[in-house]
């Protein structure tokens, strides 16, 4: 069975950072590129970054220079550090599987507000 589960979300002032984690497990982590998306209220669901096995990583163009992708392959976890948070990337943050996007995290909440 294919899990992923994110933690490190939380309530953070403008300014603050945040570092997000996506645990998973029932798949071959270290061969599929993965990537974490968003969804801010109202908004639909966006594409955030991804990394590919290799570590190539792409971002989507409001988050480059403050958001960093990485992943640890032996611990199969995905992680996003997010630095100089703004208001406007509060929304649920997601992991997910594959550049097809195969399988989703449940998300978790960031709330960048002061």
């Known amino acids: 069975q294919v899990l992923l589960v994110e933690s490190g979300g939380g309530l953070v002032q403008p300014g603050g950072s945040l570092r997000l984690s996506c645990a998973t497990s029932?798949?071959?982590?270290?061969?599929?590129?993965m990537s974490w998306h968003r969804q801010g209220p109202g908004k639909e669901r966006e594409f955030v970054a991804d990394i590919s096995p290799s570590g190539r990583t792409s971002y989507e163009d409001s988050v480059k220079d403050r958001f960093t992708i990485s992943r640890d392959n032996v611990k199969k976890t995905l992680f996003l550090q997010m630095h100089s948070l703004k208001p406007e990337d509060t929304g649920v943050y997601y992991c997910a599987q594959g550049s097809n996007r195969i399988e989703w995290g449940q998300g978790t909440q960031v709330t960048v507000s002061s």
């Open positions: 029932g798949f071959a982590f270290d061969v599929f590129t």
